[in-house]
């Protein structure tokens, strides 16, 4: 899904937390409800060794969408690392929480294109099979 649908639907999901949970955790739930797609950047630098955010923007646009890749901010060990945390420091749990409401309208939207087994979702198996 495009950044943009991101924002659109991070704002209005953090308006509700805002009214539920104050201004802090919904700038905490918007934050991570958008930038958990930093990890498409960094995963554009590490494969294609460029730094570029426009050309990194544009690849992933363009369906560059390999068997098995990487997001390492999508999958259910730093969500469980975060939960682990977020029982703790409490704000934590909000960035979970906008990690994962994004979560949805990603698999939403791969479902829709059929992008089917495209991104890993455990950190763990990925290592299995790439690293032998
Ligand atoms: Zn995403």
């Known amino acids: 899904m495009l950044p943009k649908y991101h924002v659109y639907f991070g704002l209005l999901a953090s308006i509700a937390v805002y009214f539920i949970s104050g201004s802090i955790n919904a700038l905490i739930f918007f934050f991570a ?4 797609d930093t ?4 995963a554009f ?8 955010l426009k050309k990194s923007y544009y690849y992933w646009k363009d369906e560059h969408y390999p068997y098995d890749e ?5 999958t259910i060990e730093i969500w469980f690392l975060l ?11 909000f960035l ?5 409401y994004h979560e949805l309208f990603d698999i939403y939207d791969m479902n829709k294109r059929k992008l089917y087994d ?14 032998k």
């Open 45 to 52: 630098v590490f494969k294609e060794k460029n730094w570029s």
């Open 118 to 131: 495209t991104r890993t979702i455990s950190l763990f198996a990925w290592s299995i099979r790439n690293f």
């Open 83 to 93: 939960l682990i945390i977020g029982l703790t420091i409490k704000p934590v749990l």
């Open 33 to 36: 409800s958008v930038f958990i």
């Open 70 to 74: 990487l997001m390492v901010f999508h």
């Open 39 to 42: 990890d498409h950047y960094m």
């Open 96 to 100: 979970l929480a906008g990690m994962l």
